[in-house]
């Protein structure tokens, strides 16, 4: 397309987005997810059992509250989550107050009250409230986690209780998948605002997904109110998920100012199994670190070679007449002074470049020194008279955490900063405004608790990057959110709700430039010059291990930005006391650019000879529309609902996939110009979720629902290039479906204890896998995969299709605790098979007859991500005041709590084939049993005038558990075979891997312990 052309069609499309969001402007439209619960039950006198209509039921501290009906019924709708006190109030009658009312996402809470008669107004019946035995109106797999549980648990942030669940895995990148759905796969949401990440993968690497990426930020737990985790199906209402749902509900404020600062540390240490990474026992230390050493090549023409004493213009006039006999007496004075001279500063040399300090040019430093530090903080309460009126809470979090291993980030640094503030000028219209701030800096490749994505990439199998850190470049990512929510109730039984988002991502992976010998001339000669701080590759850097020097700046560049809007209309009805509507409409739109360049010095590396280039704009979209109606009645709760979707990449498409327009200076000419706009897909989506509750034990439930993401925007959008496409996205893909079917029962065991049952099967479809296309103008640094009939060479390149799917069969089990009073309890256990195939050709060409089009093998195997066996146990011990035992009459574990939590899993499936004619053997074996304990204690010291003081200890790996790591290759024999890990000699002991990454035999964190300080008031 032409660039006019171009700017007319992204001109007309920017209109289009400004004229849509005008009109949500001006109708009140917007995104909002639902962040609340319903409060419903029966009122009757408590002699007889009369139903009392005109009942007054108030929660306090709000402006919500209902009145009984004739049948002594009532309903609150639209409480936010949380703990509260409800108040009923009759004449005639003592008032009942229930304090400790639990208010759940998405949930009806029945709380029936019975009235004693009074002659005195002012007579109270004061109960607490306790947790239903079973929540009758649970339709599929879901969890809600409150306050004092996030508080309690041995965690670091809101991700950690994704791990208390069996059904949540994580991957060795990070990411989370649900009941084996794939990556991204889950929609998180903070406060109804979607945590879409548009940077999914590593620039100029073709489908490889970034290290703990798929929640994008966490969030600071101060600020939590509540959390939900949904591993079942989901209503109508939530979309672009195939998998679960994650919601998370942050606090509004009181009616009173309160807060609370905490400050957790954690000391220097040494955050990976096995040795010291720049120990001087390592092989190159052994080799290299004595001058003796040094001194013992002296006469290898070679080893002087490198060291470029024997070049034309130093002293190759000398050092042949040393060889050949005709050197003076002072000449071979000379010649050994320059020999002693030159290798002692290159040993010097050598030294200062490998050993770690403040002062070493290549980034070395001893990482063990530096501390995790963290300040977070949570502050809230009313502004103006009337404390219900005008209200805000802001949160925020400071964290300073060191990577496992060097990198040229040395720390990664997170901020979080959210301010919710809460507006309701009338009864009927309450106004909500949230505005964040997050921002992240770090390395490309580090950030994951798997050692393999923590830092010094590459290694093995290419050569190490610990003496030569700075390489990596470091990455800032920056959002800047503001939503604003408003409710209109229209009645009792009726509200509106509206929200407009807008949340700008900014993505950036800046150029540095490297101290080099490139750079600064690096003078080895016998004046003694110490200009040249780095010494040249030679023999002495051992560069089948470790990288040299050899690089102008860091090898990747970044910048991507991303503005996304959402806007949308919720209308929620009770119609009758059975049956409540929920109907909606969502709109979302991204205005994409990214910009990418690997291995290459300039940014404009598409239209350079060499370097690994990617550059994308786009506009894609996304419309939905729901309705859905959540029927309660005494022997069953149903929630069915259907989902209208439909999207588009807004993306142009080439029209010839095997002739794509290539700009580079080397590689393939030509191409086919013309160009096509990207579909638009349209997706119809039932779900129906049953419960079947049988008196106060039992409940059964069915869900049977139909569920669909857009692919990324990486698999749609992304293009590269070196000496030709090597990789171009697919904008035409098809949305991945999910079809899920789940039969579950809860099931009290006796009063304080609840077990749920859940069998399920989940069935996806047009999953993404990887597709070649033999094209003209594929990279040339490929062998030409075939040839037309006129003898035309074809190469390929990579592309992503809908080939793919899966499914998993599993049942979990969960026993926890209903009503806590000093003991709460929660575990679960899983298991389940998650298998995975591809189907279609590998390879795509111009012509049937170029080449045959089909697989090494077809069928469906094992997944390289299934976890057979999961269990996730959670246990939490309270001391309230005056509890504890006693020492000189204090009770010094009052207001304390003590948790543990214990996960173990099946380890990784790896494929092991004695013998190449078993290629369609996939996953035959399985890596062992991988386990943590960790614990958490905290205490509170209640001071005079409502202060409190903070102490904790959180120690995570408690009993140094090992997780294997992964391993290929002649490691991975060593390992069948002997037993032998990557941190022993082996068969081999000078592989690469045992020479410079035996640190990475285990992946998983060594022993940590955190002390929390904290203020709260």
Same mark, same amino acid.
């Given at each position: 397309? =032409? ?21 949500? &402007? ?35 501290? #709000? ?44 949930? #009806? ?141 942050? @606090? ?78 002072? =000449? ?22 490998? @050993?770690?300090?403040?002062? *070493? ?31 805000? /809470? ?61 830092? &010094? ?5 290419? $050569? ?26 229209? %009645? ?6 509206? !929200? ?14 490297? #101290? ?33 020097? %050899? ?46 360049? *690997? ?34 009645? =005494?022997?069953?709760?149903? *929630? ?43 997706? &119809? ?67 304080? $204890? ?48 809908? *080939? ?6 599993? /049942?979990?089990?969960?026993? =926890? ?57 959670? &246990?939490?011990?309270?001391?309230? #005041? ?56 905290? @205490? ?21 558990? @090992? ?16 037993? !032998? ?30 002390? !929390? ?5």
């Amino acid at each position: 397309m =032409e660039p006019d052309l171009q700017l007319k069609h992204e001109n007309r499309y920017f209109l289009l987005a400004k004229i849509l969001l005008l009109f949500v &402007l001006l109708t009140g439209i917007s995104e909002i997810q639902a962040q609340r619960g319903k409060l419903s039950g029966e009122i009757k006198d408590a002699q007889t059992g009369e139903k009392l209509p005109g009942v007054a039921v108030r929660i306090d501290g #709000t402006n919500l509250g209902g009145v009984s009906n004739i049948d002594g019924k009532y309903f609150i709708l639209n409480i936010p989550a949380g703990k509260y006190t409800v108040t009923s109030s009759f004449v005639g009658y003592a008032k009942y107050i229930v304090s400790n009312v639990e208010i759940n996402i998405d949930r #009806t809470t029945e709380l029936d009250v019975k009235l004693k008669q009074s002659t005195f107004d002012m007579d109270e019946v004061i109960v607490v409230a306790e947790k239903p035995k079973v929540i009758k109106d649970q339709t599929s797999s879901s969890s809600t986690i409150d306050e004092e549980q996030i508080a309690a648990a041995p965690i670091e942030g809101l991700r950690g209780i994704l791990d208390l669940t069996a059904g949540f895995q994580k991957n060795e990148k990070g990411t989370y998948s649900v009941r084996g759905s794939g990556s991204y796969e889950v929609n998180y949401q903070i406060n109804g605002v979607e945590q879409i990440n548009s940077a999914t993968t590593s620039p100029g690497s073709f489908g490889v997904e970034k290290s703990n990426n798929s929640w994008k930020y966490d969030v600071n737990p101060i600020g939590v109110q509540q959390m939900q985790l949904i591993s079942g199906g989901f209503s109508a209402e939530y979309g672009n998920a195939q998998a679960g749902v994650v919601k998370v509900v942050l @606090k509004e404020g009181s009616p009173r100012l309160s807060g609370e600062v905490r400050v957790e540390y954690r000391p220097p240490g040494q955050y990976h199994f096995g040795k010291y990474i720049y120990d001087e026992s390592t092989y190159e230390w052994q080799k290299w670190g004595q001058l003796n050493n040094w001194m013992a090549y002296k006469d290898s023409s070679f080893f002087l070679q490198d060291l470029g004493i024997t070049s034309p213009s130093r002293y190759k006039w000398l050092y042949d007449k040393v060889q050949n006999g005709t050197a003076s007496a002072d =000449e071979l004075n000379t010649w050994n002074n320059v020999l002693s001279q030159e290798i002692n500063w290159a040993y010097n040399t050598w030294i200062y470049n490998h @050993k770690p300090g403040d002062d *070493n040019p290549l980034g070395v430093y001893d990482y063990r020194e530096r501390a995790y530090t963290r300040v977070m903080f949570g502050f809230g309460g009313p502004l103006g008279k009337d404390p219900n009126k005008l209200k805000f /809470f802001l949160s925020g979090e400071y964290k300073k955490n060191p990577t496992r291993l060097p990198t040229s980030e040395k720390d990664q640094v997170y901020q979080n900063y959210i301010l919710n503030m809460t507006y309701q000028p009338f009864t009927s219209h309450k106004l909500k405004l949230m505005l964040g701030y997050q921002n992240y800096r770090g390395g490309i490749w580090s950030g994951s608790e798997d050692i393999r994505w923590s830092g &010094l990439a590459f290694s093995p199998p290419s $050569n190490s990057y610990k003496y030569y850190i700075l390489i990596d470049p470091v990455r800032t990512e920056q959002t800047v959110t503001q939503s604003l929510n408003y409710i209109y109730t229209v %009645d009792a039984t009726s509200f509106f709700e509206a !929200t407009l988002t807008h949340m700008g991502e900014k993505y950036e992976l800046p150029y540095e430039y490297l #101290t080099s010998y490139s750079q600064e001339r690096d003078r080895l000669d016998s004046l003694g010059d110490r200009q040249g701080n780095l010494l040249k590759a030679g023999s002495w850097w051992e560069t089948q291990y470790f990288r040299a020097p %050899d690089a102008f700046s860091t090898l990747y560049y970044q910048d991507t930005r991303t503005e996304y809007y959402a806007a949308s209309l919720d209308f929620t009805s009770q119609i009758n006391t059975g049956n409540l509507i929920k109907t909606g409409i969502r709109l979302y739109y991204w205005d994409l650019y990214n910009n990418g360049v *690997n291995s290459r010095f300039k940014a404009n590396a598409l239209v350079a000879t060499t370097g690994v280039a990617e550059y994308y704009k786009a506009q894609p979209y996304n419309i939905a529309f729901y309705i859905q109606d959540k029927m309660e009645y =005494e022997g069953m709760i149903a *929630n069915i609902g259907v989902r209208a979707e439909a999207y588009n990449f807004g993306a142009d498409v080439p029209v010839d996939p095997f002739n794509i327009v290539y700009v580079g200076t080397e590689g393939p000419e030509g191409g086919n110009l013309n160009t096509e706009k990207s579909k638009t897909y349209f997706m &119809l989506l039932p779900r129906i979720g049953l419960s079947f509750p049988i008196g106060e034990n039992t409940a059964f439930r069915l869900q049977y629902g139909h569920f669909t993401s857009m692919p990324t925007f990486s698999n749609a959008l992304s293009n590269r290039g070196n000496k030709g496409i090597t990789g171009f996205g697919n904008a035409n893909l098809e949305p991945k479906k999910t079809i899920q079917y789940e039969f579950g029962l809860q099931q009290v065991i006796d009063e304080d $204890n609840r077990i749920d049952l859940a069998l399920y099967y989940n069935d996806r479809v047009t999953q993404i896998g990887l597709l070649r296309y033999a094209a003209y103008t594929g990279t040339v640094l490929n062998s030409p995969s075939a040839y037309t009939s006129d003898n035309t060479p074809l190469f390929n390149y990579t592309t992503f299709s809908n *080939n793919a799917f899966g499914a998993t069969l599993g /049942f979990e089990i969960s026993l =926890e605790k209903i009503n806590a009073k000093n003991w709460m309890y929660r575990f679960t256990y899983s298991i389940s098979q998650t298998t995975e195939g591809n189907y279609g050709p590998q390879v795509v060409y111009p012509t049937a007859s170029a080449a045959a089009e089909s697989r090494d093998y077809t069928g469906e195997f094992l997944s390289g991500n299934d976890r057979t066996h999961n269990f996730r146990a959670l &246990l939490q011990y309270n001391w309230g #005041t005056g509890e504890g035992p006693e020492l000189f009459g204090i009770n010094i574990l009052e207001n304390s709590s003590l948790s543990f939590t214990y996960s173990v899993q099946s380890g990784i499936p790896f494929t092991y084939r004695t013998s190449f004619d078993l290629k369609d053997v996939v996953n035959n074996r399985r890596y062992p049993l991988e386990s943590m304990f960790d614990l958490n204690f905290m @205490k509170h010291v209640v001071l005079e005038g409502g202060y409190r003081i903070v102490v904790g200890l959180r120690v995570m790996n408690l009993f140094e558990n @090992k997780w294997l790591t992964p391993v290929s290759s002649t490691d991975l024999i060593d390992w069948v075979d002997y037993g !032998t890990t990557i941190d022993q000699p082996g068969t081999n002991p000078s592989r690469i891997s045992y020479i410079s990454s035996f640190y990475k035999a285990y992946r998983n964190v060594p022993r940590q312990v955190y002390f !929390t300080v904290g203020f709260g008031f």
